[in-house]
């Protein structure tokens, strides 16, 4: 098998503000051999290069099966205008160094199905593609056992209903192939309803995942306690304020450079009056790439801390993996099993606010031992007072530019109201800083934020480049004066 290599040469910008993932597809099964008019529709839009399409075997030692099911599926594509130059497969005979340069190198992925979820993933791990599939840039599609494995979350009711990790694409736990004249199928649906939302899919039907926006073609169902309904509008749009959550998780690299740090000040006041050092334990709820993490790690505390996103959690391995007293785990904060884990402070360095305030609260109390510290940071920036003509030409390009297409909805988060939850009193502190950019800087930092991410192209460039030239004639230089505002409270003892 040839290993075809990708040049950087189709137009496409690969910088580090770039999402990672441009489009994904979650399909339920093609039961006559084709997509949908609406499918193929989107698909010959999305996948504008087509060089190389590689497919994963959910069969891994089908040999003979795997080869009949990546040509047809190449001859598929092709038939309905979607053509690609080369084609492979990777599956047991696939050797690892080789499977990972297909994967690195492709344009489109496609998982396939008619195998088994775990044996797929086994395959994916096997051959050293793990995390070359979490790294590429390639579109990447999927088909029942695929589709399910591109979830964070699979549950294979073929073989269990024990739910186990995905690749972690998205957060739909699907159900493929739904057929309400299949009673068994149908129940082991209604089954995986009872502890999660399940998304119920008819062949033919298909999510597309692209920029943070959600939609859906054919016949879907969310299954919730055992009831199973058609899904809304309503539905789509809180899963894209679900998936908006990871959106930060697209831009290590430049989120690691470009997000501000904390006061120092703060963190020697807060270690101070929470008592944090040897033999205390600590929680940090998503801290990101570390940008709140080494004042309160370098206390000699015992530090947990846990990241929604794979690639932010891989860089805080990087970087704090080897000490002795770190530990962090790439999972949910609202989900999480803690067990009899209980910590001495719990803090959240912008983050809180991306979690229902009620599941919060009550999940820090819970998480405390008693006279536990919640603490709870954020900055507030302002430039305006340094160059007022600056300032004013960049609110006019954000009056014409700004445009997400999730709107953040997370600003309403109320940092008073612990005492409402059982905790005592709040107080406020904030500490003073400031940030002299240049323009790249400034691009690179406003890129970082989560409603720019989302601005759809071209309006995106034309946004930042507009930025970018109003701090250059501003004499490559605009000046933020920050002011870090911690809220502190306890659990009573």
């Given at each position: ?216 073609a054919g016949k879907v169902f969310r299954g919730e306690n055992r009831v199973l309904r058609p899904i809304t509008e309503a539905d789509l749009r809180e899963l894209e304020q679900d998936e908006f959550r990871r959106v930060f998780d697209t831009i290590p690299d430049q989120f690691d450079r470009f997000r501000p740090r904390y006061s120092g000040e703060l963190f020697a006041f807060l270690n101070r009056r929470a008592g944090i050092g040897p ?215």
């Open positions: 098998m040839k290993v075809f290599l990708r040049r950087d040469d189709a137009g496409h910008d690969r910088g580090d503000a770039q999402m990672r993932k441009e489009f994904l597809a979650v399909f339920s099964g093609f039961p006559e051999h084709r997509f949908s008019e609406d499918t193929a529709k989107r698909l010959r839009e999305e996948l504008t290069v087509r060089r190389s399409i590689v497919f994963i075997t959910a069969c891994p030692y089908e040999y003979a099966q795997s080869d009949k099911d990546a040509d047809g599926m190449h001859e598929m594509f092709a038939q309905q205008g979607i053509p690609f130059e080369r084609h492979c497969v990777i599956d047991r005979r696939t050797d690892p160094s080789e499977a990972k340069a297909l994967v690195e190198h492709a344009d489109c992925i496609f998982l396939m199905g008619g195998g088994a979820c775990e044996e797929q993933l086994d395959l994916i791990r096997e051959k050293d593609c793990f995390e070359a599939l979490l790294d590429c840039h390639a579109a990447i599609l999927g088909v029942s056992a695929g589709s399910m494995n591109m979830a964070r979350i699979v549950v294979d009711f073929h073989d269990s209903m024990e739910p186990f990790p995905g690749l972690g694409f998205t957060n739909l736990t699907v159900s493929c192939h739904h057929d309400p004249a299949d009673a068994w199928r149908y129940e082991q649906t209604l089954k995986m309803s009872e502890t999660r939302v399940v998304y119920a899919m008819e062949d033919l039907s298909a999510f597309f995942l692209k920029g943070g926006k959600i939609s859906v033999g205390k334990s600590v929680l940090e709820i998503g801290p990101g790439t570390g940008q709140a993490t080494e004042p309160v790690l370098g206390t000699g505390c015992e530090y947990h801390a846990i990241e929604l996103g794979e690639h932010l959690y891989r860089k805080m391995i990087g970087k704090f993996g080897k000490l002795p007293n770190f530990e962090i785990v790439n999972d949910d904060f609202i989900t999480h099993d803690f067990g009899d884990e209980r910590f001495d402070m719990i803090y959240s360095a912008a983050t809180i606010q991306w979690i229902p305030q009620d599941i919060a609260y009550a999940r820090c109390f819970e998480l405390l031992k008693p006279g536990g510290t919640l603490a709870m940071m954020l900055t507030r920036s302002e430039y305006r007072s340094e160059n007022e003509p600056l300032y004013q030409e960049i609110q006019a390009l954000y009056d014409r530019y700004y445009r997400p297409e999730i709107p953040y909805t997370h600003g309403n988060f109320d940092y008073t109201a612990a005492p409402g939850y059982g905790f005592s009193e709040v107080e406020r502190f904030e500490f003073k800083g400031q940030r002299i950019l240049t323009a790249d800087e400034y691009v690179r930092f406003s890129g970082t934020h989560c409603d720019h991410i989302v601005i759809p192209e071209p309006t995106r460039t034309e946004f930042f480049d507009g930025l970018r030239n109003a701090v250059l004639k501003a004499g490559d230089r605009i000046v933020f004066n920050d002011t870090y505002v911690l809220y502190l409270t306890k659990k009573p003892s």
